[in-house]
């Protein structure tokens, strides 16, 4: 049973505390890249089929004081030829183009920004015909299902899968719980499910992803076009977790069919390279830039902001869809230190957007904010109930998800390197803006 997060022990929190525990193996000393604003607290992207409450993170590299993020876009403004690249981009468009309507590439996105971007070159200028598939946010915003909708109406087929909603609202639930990170089944689902679609339904050989990982810290990434094979396949099921949850005690305990968790899993590496399906990723190709690409979705397919700031963050236009993104940015805020305006402002500094002056004062102004906006329904979605679950509603001591749980649960992962308990409140022992502002 999982039962409901213990009270902390709020002296491992003091300010006289020494503190010597660091939780998810983050590195103990806390620094700040000297360009942008990201801390060496930041995870890379790793398999996250294999994440559980015992991985220990790899986290961003620094050299000079420079993180390994803003060398690759240093890298990329200077040292890519990027017409040899496009010409790269023609030759492998001009290899896989059907001339008969089938669909010869699959890319998948939300309808954000970057996916607009993408499926429109990718259709308009290079003529290909992709086949765009969406794995549905877990509650829409009205603006994320405009621009779904203005997305598909401005030129393109789209195929939207929408997981069983019972097992993904409770996959997300055991995420939150074990690893708090409720976005982590939507991840699985929205990288491999259109890998498997591509393989084993559709029969296309040729899948789009968007940017790199380079940029956010994986550099091995940079000069490869293909997503290395390991991120998508898998050795045994046995070794598979989802929501922090080993694949045996979702199908065992939690009685999640193996037909619905099969949405969420990798192929095994023969099925992969049986199918044939080889996995770019564009951004290799063409120079990504997050900003124009939004500019780009404005002017030609209708895209529009968010008529609000997204919380924890001055931005409107980027990861709007979904109302879960409040609570995912604020669950890296919790664990890392890093909010949704630290990864928003890094990134327009090394666009050269804003200045690193302007991004503290951005991140002391919005950096973790709590996201009450859709908390009413998100804490009802995260709710275990009776009449939804049956008797699985009895694996959690208390199946209602509330405010006063969701603060247990958040006290429950701050490591004491990075939380201070002082004044009555929360604060980060060493933020960004305590010496620099
Ligand atoms: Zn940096």
């Not at 059907?98 to 998948?108: I, W």
């Not at 055991?174 to 991840?187: D, T, Y």
């Not at 928003?344 to 690193?356: K, L, P, T, V, W």
Request: hydrophobic letters at 30%; aromatic letters at 16%.
């Amino acid at each position: 049973m999982i039962l409901k997060p213990n009270k902390i022990e709020l002296k491992n929190f003091s300010d006289s505390k020494k503190f010597n525990e660091t939780k998810f193996g983050l590195p103990s000393n806390i620094e700040f890249c000297v360009k942008c604003a990201i801390s060496n607290q930041r995870p890379v992207s790793e398999k996250e089929f294999t994440h559980n409450i015992n991985t220990k993170k790899k986290t961003v590299k620094f050299k000079n004081g420079i993180c390994s993020g803003c060398e690759v876009v240093e890298r990329k403004k200077k040292v890519i030829d990027w017409k040899e690249r496009e010409k790269e981009l023609i030759d492998l468009c001009n290899k896989y183009r059907s001339t008969d309507g089938k669909y010869d590439c699959l890319l998948p996105g939300s309808g954000g920004k970057d996916s607009f971007y993408a499926s429109y070159i990718l259709k308009y200028k290079y003529k290909m015909n992709p086949l765009t598939v969406t794995w549905a946010p877990h509650i829409y915003t009205d603006w994320g299902w405009h621009n779904f909708q203005a997305w598909i109406k401005s030129g393109f087929d789209n195929y939207l899968f929408t997981p069983n909603g019972k097992t993904q609202r409770l996959l997300t639930r055991l995420a939150i719980e074990k690893i708090f990170h409720p976005f982590q089944p939507f991840i699985m689902g929205q990288n491999l499910f259109p890998i498997r679609l591509a393989a084993k339904n559709f029969n296309i050989k040729l899948i789009f992803y968007g940017d790199t990982n380079a940029e956010f810290g994986n550099p091995d990434d940079f000069n490869n076009s293909l997503k290395p094979l390991e991120y998508f396949t898998k050795k045994d099921l046995k070794d598979i977790y989802i929501a922090g949850t080993s694949y045996d005690e979702l199908v065992q305990k939690y009685k999640i069919s193996r037909q619905d968790l099969s949405t969420y899993l990798p192929l095994t590496e023969k099925e992969f390279v049986n199918s044939g399906v080889k996995v770019h990723y564009l951004g290799y190709y063409l120079p990504w830039h997050p900003q124009n690409c939004y500019y780009f979705a404005v002017e030609n397919g209708g895209f529009k902001p968010a008529p609000e700031r997204n919380l924890g963050t001055y931005s409107k236009y980027s990861s709007i869809d979904d109302k879960m993104d409040d609570f995912h940015f604020y669950t890296t805020f919790i664990k890392f230190g890093i909010g949704r305006a630290t990864h928003d402002a890094s990134q327009e500094i090394r666009n050269g957007e804003i200045n690193r002056d302007e991004a503290i004062s951005l991140i002391k102004q919005f950096d973790g904010e709590y996201p009450l906006r859709f908390s009413e329904e998100i804490f009802q979605y995260l709710s275990i109930d009776q009449k939804t679950f049956g008797d699985i509603s009895k694996e959690f001591e208390q199946s209602e998800f509330n405010q006063g749980y969701f603060d247990l649960l958040t006290d429950s992962f701050r490591s004491p390197h990075l939380w201070l308990f002082k004044d009555s409140r929360w604060q980060l022992r060493n933020p960004i803006y305590r010496n620099e502002l």
